[in-house]
């Protein structure tokens, strides 16, 4: 009844950058955190982003500085600017929103199906 739908992955190369957006739709009340992550081949996934719904934000380390995490309320939207991308970047994004659904009460996890971010040297 929720569905998460991303869009802006790509190839860039080195230096570059990509806009990534993430949308939420259905049967929801309120959402609280927004967020991004990311699995590379043979690693963990790792939080990459997140945003409360107050704005409040925390990013990983390695990305502090050159992505940026914001949010649109009345859209359910976040988006997720990427500069300065490095091959290290590249990666599965997931997008990630703890959603209250409407009548049902409770705080779950969804998630979109993944964009491809790749980043040429």
């Known amino acids: 009844q929720v569905q998460v739908v991303e869009s802006g992955g790509g190839l860039v190369q080195a230096g570059g950058s990509l806009r990534l957006s993430c949308t939420a739709s259905?049967?929801?009340?309120?959402?609280?955190?927004m967020g991004w992550y990311r699995q590379a081949p043979g690693m963990q996934r790792e939080l990459v982003a997140a945003?409360?719904?107050?704005?409040?934000?925390n990013y990983l380390d390695s990305v502090k500085g050159r992505f940026t995490i914001s949010r649109d309320n009345a859209k359910n939207t976040t988006y997720l600017q990427m500069n300065s991308l490095k091959p290290e970047d590249t990666a599965v994004y997931l997008c990630?929103?703890?959603?209250?659904?409407?009548?049902?009460?409770?705080?779950?996890?969804?998630w979109g199906q993944g964009t491809q971010v790749t980043v040429s040297s």
């Open positions: 990630n929103a703890d959603i209250r659904r409407r009548f049902l009460g409770g705080l779950f996890t969804y």
């Open positions: 945003v409360d719904f107050g704005g409040s934000t």
């Open positions: 259905g049967n929801i009340f309120s959402i609280n955190t």
